[in-house]
């Protein structure tokens, strides 16, 4: 689920000075000025609310700050998001290294302990030292090919990591909540290691996760692959429709917009591969 880019809205500005006098609230009370003014610059836009969400310290001196944006859009209401980057003298929208990484990834939030429910818990143990979050689709191509062996990862090293789980199904894949629910119906039916197999059932051999709108279809390939009967009755009861929900709140608090996306000890793991250098 991608979040509509202020840069459709908005006029970037490349650098602005910013005069570097006074304490770090001072940058931020002109930061936020400085936003609100580049927003209200655009008339097609009617800013409603404007927060600093959270800030987040990066490399030589330079420092990402998250604003949370409310507007009204074409007469539709949007809710949104834009980063600003600022070294205390200056302020950019866009902040690079020459090899081509783009900071905006780094811009999550530390996650917070209520990522770390027991009953997400896929492998590991919970008690071990880290602790990783996975944020993934049961479409995606990137989850499919990166997942099993995350998981493969957790499994064979107990010891050192815990994984916990969230289904982020994409409206890119028009049956990927159907699968997500049903995955959820198989382990409150106490099928085991199901993530496991949702990642390596090749979907894609019975529908094509881009264009199947049918979900029964869906659910029938689910079923042959998992050899279950289920309904789509069944997955439409509270208790999963209600487990699915909070799984896209905790994603959506965290800035997730893409899958897989991984997090590591609480912070963002842009390479999905930092974790290995936990394994002894």
């Known amino acids: 689920m991608m979040k509509l880019s202020m840069l459709k809205l908005l006029t970037i500005a490349g650098l602005l000075t910013i005069s570097a006098n006074g304490a770090p609230t001072n940058l931020e009370k002109k930061l936020f000025s400085y936003e609100k003014q580049r927003i209200n610059s655009n008339p097609a836009v009617q800013l409603k609310d404007l927060k600093l969400t959270f800030s987040k310290k990066l490399e030589n001196n330079w420092t990402g700050y998250l604003f949370s944006i409310s507007l009204v859009y074409q007469g539709k209401n949007v809710n949104t998001n834009d980063i600003l980057f600022s070294n ?9 290294k020459l090899t081509g990484f783009d900071y905006k990834r780094l811009m999550h939030p530390t996650l917070g302990a209520e990522y770390y429910d027991k009953k997400r818990l896929i492998a590991g143990n919970i008690n071990a030292k880290n602790k990783l979050v996975v944020f993934s689709d049961p479409l995606c191509p990137n989850c499919t090919s990166s997942m099993p062996e995350i998981i493969k ?55 094509d996760p881009y264009e199947l709108k049918d979900n029964q279809k869906a659910l029938d390939a689910f079923n042959k692959v998992f050899k279950t009967s289920f309904t789509l009755n ?12 909070e799984d896209m709140k905790l994603a959506d608090k965290a800035f997730v917009n893409g899958t897989p996306t991984l997090f590591l000890n609480g912070e963002i793991d842009v390479t999905r591969s930092t974790y290995k250098g936990k394994i002894k």
């Open 88 to 96: 205390g003298s200056e302020v950019t929208g866009e902040l690079k």
């Open 153 to 207: 990862d957790v499994q064979n090293n107990p010891k050192v990591f815990a994984l916990y789980y969230f289904s982020f199904p994409l409206d890119m894949h028009p049956t990927a909540k159907t699968i997500a629910k049903a995955s959820k119906l198989a382990e409150l039916k106490g099928i085991k290691n199901v993530s496991y197999k949702l990642y390596t059932g090749n979907f894609d051999k019975f529908f």
């Open 234 to 245: 069944e997955l439409n009861n509270t208790t999963i429709t209600n487990s699915l929900n």
